[in-house]
């Protein structure tokens, strides 16, 4: 079992839909998690930084973790095309590296 | 600057070849990363350094050599590469000695290994 876990989609939504994004991990040691933003052959962008358990906004976009249940979501309103991307969660603890989902892309259609 | 950057950002190369990817940033971060990254997965650590020293080598093959030669410049030097270590590589930084805090990605360099 990986560490942590994410739906690979494709997810297909309209302009303008809420899109949740979500992976669920298992090693409950971790303290941290991010969510980052990459486009095609870019490098991955950070979009959300986020410690211990709670919500985060910014703009339209809303993480939320939940330890008890270990499940990261990344919250997307007002969705645009130019979210079309794949969205990657990470998380991690103090002097350890950083686990990746495996990343879902999300396409926005017009 | 919140920027990390990389050069070049394309490269192709023979199997016999010797090159170089390079990358800066001046967040005053005192940890710095290599990965890579094949098509449609996640990227995956090759290297740490923390306060320019190696601390992380995840058993890459010796043909990727890693140099730190200051917080701010992280080099990778490739020689003898195969086609399949074709990918992304990208290269990151964290802001401080605890390993693992939020990492800031650079653009990558696309690597083609003929």
């Known amino acids: 079992q990986k560490e942590v876990e994410q739906d690979p989609g494709p997810l297909s939504v309209p302009e303008g839909a809420i899109v949740s994004l979500n992976c669920t991990y298992s090693n409950s040691a971790f303290q941290y998690f991010m969510w980052y933003r990459q486009y095609s052959r870019k490098g991955p962008e950070l979009l959300m930084y986020t410690y211990s358990s709670g919500n985060k906004e910014d703009g339209r976009f809303t993480a939320q973790v939940d330890k008890s249940s270990k499940y990261i979501s990344l919250f997307i309103r007002d969705s645009q095309p130019s979210d079309s991307a794949t969205y990657l969660c990470?998380?991690?603890?103090?002097?350890?590296?950083?686990?990746f989902g495996g990343g879902t892309r999300l396409m926005v259609k017009p | 600057d919140t920027e990390v950057t990389q050069t070049p950002k394309h490269l192709v190369m023979g199997m016999t070849n010797k090159k170089s990817l390079k990358c800066e940033q001046h967040?005053?971060?005192?940890?710095m990363y290599w990965y890579k990254q094949k098509a449609k997965k996640p990227p995956e650590l090759m290297f740490v350094?923390?306060?320019?020293?190696?601390?992380i080598n995840e058993s890459v093959p010796s043909r990727f050599s890693p140099e730190c030669p200051n917080s701010s410049l992280l080099n990778l030097h490739l020689h003898a590469l195969q086609p399949e270590d074709s990918a992304l590589y990208l290269c990151?930084?964290?802001?401080?000695?605890?390993?693992?805090?939020?990492?800031?990605f650079g653009p990558g360099t696309r690597l083609t290994v003929l």
């Open positions: 990151a930084s964290s802001p401080s000695e605890s390993i693992g805090n939020e990492q800031f």
């Open positions: 967040m005053g971060h005192r940890a």
């Open positions: 990470a998380a991690g603890r103090a002097g350890n590296m950083l686990t």
């Open positions: 350094y923390s306060y320019e020293k190696l601390s």
